[in-house]
């Protein structure tokens, strides 16, 4: 076996195919040191949980722990390879400072306590409230990374039992704008595309989603497709030179902020050149005129304007997918963290559906999800979304899940729209919200405006639950911690963008007192005594796959229908993709083949919203605009960003990941190859703004808005002028204070603003106004990877992180050029 540096190649050696070829197999394993697979006693199917892809993968065992990874060569997202998070991230796991019992806070501090004092602490909390307040008094926030079990267990609990409507999830951070641009224009949730869109595509558009850093293996299989005969065309929209853009055929680089204005400019080009499949548009659309009219106010010289692009490059994207054949488009968190983000998203679908690109092999759209099982949250209802893709504002769909559920209809809030998490936050601040139970997710590092956020979870009136398998940084603030089980040491099943469910199976056994959280609601749900209307226990389930049985007859009927899955089925080989039912025994590759849309009035998920506003439309307003269940094709204008740069604020800067990274770094801080390839933050930026600020590589600098400050080093990057980056990945649970900034602060977040899109309530972490300065010579380059987007222009190029000398046995099934070996 052939060993390979997978921090300095994420993507690994190319393995070139043509259109229409099935992609061929690679198989990727990393065992620990001294290891071969001959010394494996068990191999665990399970798949990935450190991006959203969803790669299918076993777990190693000896001895009872884990000692490594395999991809699986069977499974369709993947075929056997992983990416740098899949091959290191599993070492988290046996990390010596999971937490490993509960804890409780006496006289200001966190003490071990027992499940039992700690489940009572929180369970007498609970019905405290409910006896002084109500359910309203409770909020729930949970992760994107638990199992699909667990998500419609806590969704029956939060929602059918307790009765709040205060649930969301931190995928309102990375992908809430995902599904409320598939709702405004397909009226329900649900990615039209497939993974295998890529084996078909002659045009690729990538629309802020820097796919190489964030879905490694997927963009893996856009490299074997450019390494093959017949290539496809790249069109990039990111103001960074990523991989994605050095690999384009057209990369548009806009000002932050201004995704709406390009995407009618683009818009306006290809309506006037007559790319419009105007058959398909008749037929199963609705809201092409509004279009038309609306894009003609954006000629290509005035979007040129208001974007800094040339009009040569917006003119030649137009160009690429107006003659598209086969077009398959992707969108991410340069257009979801943005200004106008559901707006900018729906531009996209528009392009799809005038053009006619949906439901055929290699036409396809891809809202990406942000974290691996954020698809769960949106379908079971941890997100506050009624289960099963039900409409909030449907009074049937309310019955018929009462019904699932054999509880009074009342009993479920839908008097408004589910509050989102920004919402709940003002709720806590505000004292109306007074308990708070976090689940596996860090919101004292991930949401914006830090300062702001940690006074408002330090609140002694706030009673602060906080489910984790580390003392994070929000965990440090809790009245009560729970330990909790994570991948690879319980059972379930999650579902990635292209909508392929795969089955986890649990590998070992969890840490010290450690409890999986289905465990865990379970047992809330018990201790507080909620029944249904007959009386009996309203979670009827103990073990994962009686819950997921229970989640099928919740799904029967409805668009993400699970009926025909068993964990049987899932058992031994690749994914499914739902729907699978009677009608589709075997999944479903594509959704809205020949024009079919679950838009109806009677059975769509949502009825839109303002775009500008975010007003729900009512279901009147909805049936008289869409009576034939068609696409939506939903217009809109641009508009400034809120926060604009100024004097003082001379710069936009905008945050994001990095390959070797996810979220707060909880896990992939505590590889080590991957913390050594990304070890500290750092600020980028231009060379013409490097120049003009006196910086150089490596210089340390202050990066400044008008919430706070971040000192790091600096790397001269790609990055398009006038724009800082910073990589939103760096907390403080590994520097000497632990649980926030001494005097220097380190999270991106701490500059953020306190602003959310009116569509989704997605909050806005790029187009802040800030300022730079330098502070001082660095000792050396900046701590930033050199592989990726953060990679330094000419004439900046410190030596490369990361290299074999770092890693274990790492082997592939393919050859690997002796220089990386």
Same mark, same amino acid.
């Given at each position: 076996?052939?060993?390979?540096?997978?921090?300095?190649?994420?993507?690994?050696?190319?393995?070139?195919?043509?259109?229409?070829?099935?992609?061929?197999?690679?198989?990727?394993?990393?065992?620990?040191?001294?290891?071969?697979?001959?010394?494996?006693?068990?191999?665990?199917?399970?798949?990935?949980?450190?991006?959203?892809?969803?790669?299918?993968?076993?777990?190693?065992?000896?001895?009872?722990?884990?000692?490594?990874?395999?991809?699986?060569?069977?499974? !369709?997202?993947?075929?056997?390879?992983?990416?740098?998070?899949?091959?290191?991230?599993?070492?988290?796991?046996?990390?010596?400072?999971?937490?490993?019992?509960?804890?409780?806070?006496?006289?200001?501090?966190?003490?071990?306590?027992?499940?039992?004092?700690?489940?009572?602490? &929180?369970?007498?909390?609970?019905?405290?409230?409910?006896?002084?307040?109500?359910?309203?008094?409770?909020?729930?926030?949970?992760?994107?990374?638990?199992?699909?079990?667990?998500?419609?267990?806590?969704?029956?609990? +939060?929602?059918?039992?307790?009765?709040?409507?205060? @649930?969301?999830?931190?995928?309102?951070?990375?992908?809430?704008?995902?599904?409320?641009?598939?709702?405004?224009?397909?009226?329900?949730?649900?990615?039209?595309?497939?993974?295998?869109?890529?084996?078909?595509?002659?045009?690729?558009?990538?629309? *802020?989603?820097?796919?190489?850093?964030?879905?490694?293996?997927?963009?893996?299989? @856009?490299?074997?497709?450019?390494?093959?005969?017949?290539?496809?065309?790249?069109?990039?929209?990111?103001? $960074?030179?990523?991989?994605?853009?050095?690999?384009?055929? &057209?990369?548009?680089?806009?000002?932050?902020?201004?995704?709406?204005?390009?995407?009618?400019?683009?818009?306006?080009?290809?309506?006037?050149?007559?790319?419009?499949?105007?058959?398909?548009?008749?037929?199963? +659309? @609705?809201?092409? #005129?509004?279009?038309? #009219?609306?894009?003609?106010?954006?000629?290509?010289?005035?979007?040129?304007?208001?974007?800094?692009?040339?009009?040569?490059?917006? $003119?030649?994207?137009?160009?690429?997918?107006?003659?598209?054949?086969?077009?398959?488009?992707?969108?991410? %968190?340069?257009?979801?963290?943005?200004?106008? +983000?559901?707006?900018?998203?729906?531009?996209?679908?528009?392009?799809?559906?005038?053009?006619?690109?949906?439901?055929?092999?290699?036409?396809?759209?891809?809202?990406?999800?942000?974290?691996?099982?954020?698809?769960?949250?949106?379908?079971?209802?941890?997100?506050?979304?009624?289960?099963?893709? !039900?409409?909030?504002?449907?009074?049937?769909?309310?019955?018929?899940?009462?019904?699932?559920?054999?509880?009074?209809?009342?009993?479920?809030?839908?008097?408004?729209?589910?509050?989102?998490?920004?919402?709940?936050?003002?709720?806590?601040?505000?004292?109306?919200?007074?308990?708070?139970?976090?689940?596996?997710?860090?919101?004292?590092?991930?949401?914006?405006?830090?300062?702001?956020? !940690?006074?408002?979870?330090?609140?002694? =009136?706030?009673?602060?639950?906080?489910?984790?398998?580390?003392?994070?940084?929000?965990?440090?603030?809790?009245?009560? &911690?729970?330990?909790?089980?994570?991948?690879?040491?319980?059972?379930?099943?999650?579902?990635?963008?292209?909508?392929?469910?795969?089955?986890?199976?649990?590998?070992?056994?969890?840490?010290?007192?450690?409890?999986?959280?289905?465990?865990?609601?379970?047992?809330?749900?018990?201790?507080?005594?909620?029944?249904?209307?007959?009386?009996?226990?309203?979670?009827?389930?103990?073990?994962?796959?009686?819950?997921?049985?229970?989640?099928?007859?919740?799904?029967?009927?409805?668009?993400?229908?699970?009926?025909?899955?068993?964990?049987?089925?899932?058992?031994?080989?690749?994914?499914?993709?739902?729907?699978?039912?009677?009608?589709?025994?075997?999944?479903?590759?594509?959704?809205?083949?020949? *024009?079919?849309?679950?838009?109806?009035?009677?059975?769509?998920?949502?009825?839109?919203?303002?775009?500008?506003?975010?007003?729900?439309?009512?279901?009147?307003?909805?049936? +008289?605009?869409?009576?034939?269940?068609?696409?939506?094709?939903?217009?809109?204008?641009?508009?400034?960003?809120?926060?604009?740069?100024?004097?003082?604020?001379?710069?936009?800067?905008?945050?994001?990941?990095?390959?070797? %990274?996810?979220?707060?770094?909880?896990?992939?801080?505590?590889?080590?190859?991957?913390?050594?390839?990304?070890?500290?933050?750092?600020?980028?930026?231009?060379?013409?703004?490097?120049?003009?600020?006196?910086?150089?590589?490596?210089?340390?600098?202050?990066?400044?808005? =008008?919430?706070?400050?971040?000192?790091?080093?600096?790397?001269?990057?790609?990055?398009?002028?006038?724009?800082?980056?910073?990589?939103?990945?760096?907390?403080?649970?590994?520097?000497?204070?632990?649980?926030?900034?001494?005097?220097?602060?380190?999270?991106?977040?701490?500059?953020?603003?306190?602003?959310?899109?009116?569509?989704?309530?997605?909050?806005?972490?790029?187009?802040?106004?800030?300022?730079?300065?330098?502070?001082?010579?660095?000792?050396?380059?900046?701590?930033?990877?050199?592989?990726?987007?953060?990679?330094?222009?000419?004439?900046?190029?410190?030596?490369?992180?990361?290299?074999?000398?770092?890693?274990?046995?790492?082997?592939?099934?393919?050859?690997?050029?002796?220089?990386? $070996?």
């Amino acid at each position: 076996m052939a060993r390979s540096d997978r921090i300095a190649e994420p993507w690994g050696t190319r393995t070139p195919y043509a259109p229409g070829e099935p992609w061929p197999t690679r198989v990727d394993t990393f065992l620990d040191e001294g290891l071969t697979e001959a010394d494996v006693d068990e191999w665990v199917q399970s798949a990935t949980i450190l991006h959203s892809n969803g790669d299918g993968l076993d777990i190693a065992v000896k001895d009872g722990r884990i000692v490594g990874v395999r991809g699986r060569a069977v499974d !369709r997202v993947n075929h056997g390879r992983l990416g740098p998070k899949d091959l290191y991230g599993w070492q988290a796991n046996s990390s010596p400072d999971r937490l490993t019992h509960p804890l409780v806070r006496k006289d200001g501090e966190l003490v071990r306590a027992t499940w039992e004092e700690a489940m009572g602490r &929180v369970v007498g909390r609970t019905r405290e409230l409910l006896d002084e307040q109500g359910a309203s008094a409770i909020g729930f926030y949970t992760t994107g990374q638990l199992f699909l079990e667990e998500y419609y267990t806590l969704g029956i609990v +939060a929602h059918g039992g307790l009765g709040t409507n205060h @649930v969301d999830g931190n995928t309102r951070l990375c992908t809430a704008t995902a599904a409320a641009a598939l709702k405004e224009s397909f009226a329900c949730d649900g990615q039209p595309g497939s993974y295998t869109d890529v084996d078909h595509a002659d045009v690729i558009c990538l629309f *802020g989603h820097n796919m190489a850093e964030t879905q490694t293996v997927l963009w893996t299989r @856009v490299l074997d497709r450019l390494a093959g005969p017949n290539p496809p065309q790249i069109v990039c929209v990111d103001p $960074r030179e990523t991989p994605v853009a050095r690999a384009a055929t &057209v990369h548009l680089a806009p000002r932050p902020g201004t995704n709406v204005a390009l995407m009618n400019g683009l818009l306006h080009l290809v309506i006037a050149d007559d790319h419009v499949d105007h058959a398909y548009v008749d037929a199963h +659309a @609705v809201g092409f #005129e509004e279009l038309r #009219e609306r894009v003609a106010d954006y000629p290509p010289e005035k979007v040129a304007e208001i974007c800094d692009v040339p009009v040569e490059r917006l $003119r030649e994207a137009a160009r690429v997918i107006g003659s598209a054949e086969r077009l398959l488009s992707t969108v991410l %968190q340069g257009f979801y963290q943005s200004h106008q +983000a559901t707006a900018a998203a729906v531009q996209v679908n528009n392009l799809h559906i005038v053009r006619g690109m949906l439901g055929r092999p290699g036409c396809g759209i891809l809202q990406m999800n942000g974290q691996p099982t954020a698809q769960n949250t949106r379908e079971a209802g941890a997100d506050g979304d009624l289960p099963g893709f !039900r409409n909030w504002s449907n009074d049937a769909h309310v019955e018929d899940l009462a019904r699932v559920w054999n509880v009074d209809p009342m009993r479920i809030p839908h008097y408004s729209p589910p509050t989102h998490v920004m919402q709940m936050i003002r709720y806590v601040e505000d004292g109306s919200i007074r308990m708070l139970w976090v689940q596996g997710t860090n919101p004292a590092v991930s949401l914006p405006e830090l300062d702001r956020i !940690r006074s408002v979870l330090s609140q002694e =009136r706030l009673f602060l639950v906080v489910q984790d398998i580390f003392l994070s940084e929000t965990a440090q603030l809790a009245d009560v &911690v729970l330990p909790a089980a994570t991948w690879g040491e319980k059972t379930g099943t999650f579902t990635n963008v292209d909508r392929t469910v795969h089955l986890s199976l649990k590998a070992v056994e969890p840490p010290g007192e450690a409890r999986p959280d289905l465990d865990i609601f379970v047992d809330f749900a018990h201790r507080l005594g909620l029944q249904d209307k007959d009386g009996q226990p309203l979670v009827k389930w103990s073990t994962p796959e009686e819950a997921f049985e229970a989640w099928k007859e919740c799904s029967r009927g409805r668009p993400c229908d699970y009926t025909g899955i068993t964990y049987d089925r899932l058992r031994g080989g690749s994914g499914i993709q739902w729907p699978c039912n009677d009608e589709n025994p075997d999944g479903t590759e594509r959704l809205y083949v020949d *024009g079919k849309f679950w838009s109806a009035p009677g059975y769509c998920e949502s009825y839109g919203r303002d775009l500008v506003t975010g007003a729900p439309l009512e279901p009147t307003e909805y049936k +008289a605009m869409n009576p034939d269940a068609k696409a939506v094709i939903k217009a809109a204008g641009y508009l400034p960003p809120h926060e604009p740069p100024s004097e003082e604020f001379p710069l936009q800067l905008i945050t994001g990941r990095t390959v070797y %990274q996810f979220h707060t770094r909880t896990k992939t801080g505590r590889a080590p190859q991957l913390q050594a390839a990304a070890p500290e933050v750092w600020i980028e930026v231009s060379a013409e703004d490097a120049e003009r600020h006196g910086l150089a590589e490596g210089d340390v600098a202050e990066v400044r808005t =008008r919430r706070g400050s971040v000192v790091a080093q600096v790397r001269v990057s790609g990055v398009r002028r006038g724009v800082v980056f910073l990589p939103f990945h760096y907390g403080y649970w590994d520097t000497p204070g632990g649980s926030g900034p001494d005097d220097v602060g380190r999270a991106a977040n701490e500059l953020t603003l306190t602003d959310w899109d009116p569509a989704s309530k997605q909050p806005i972490f790029k187009t802040a106004a800030a300022s730079l300065r330098r502070v001082g010579p660095g000792d050396g380059p900046a701590p930033a990877p050199t592989t990726t987007a953060s990679a330094p222009v000419t004439g900046h190029v410190p030596p490369t992180r990361g290299g074999p000398d770092a890693l274990a046995e790492e082997s592939f099934d393919v050859p690997v050029p002796e220089e990386v $070996r």
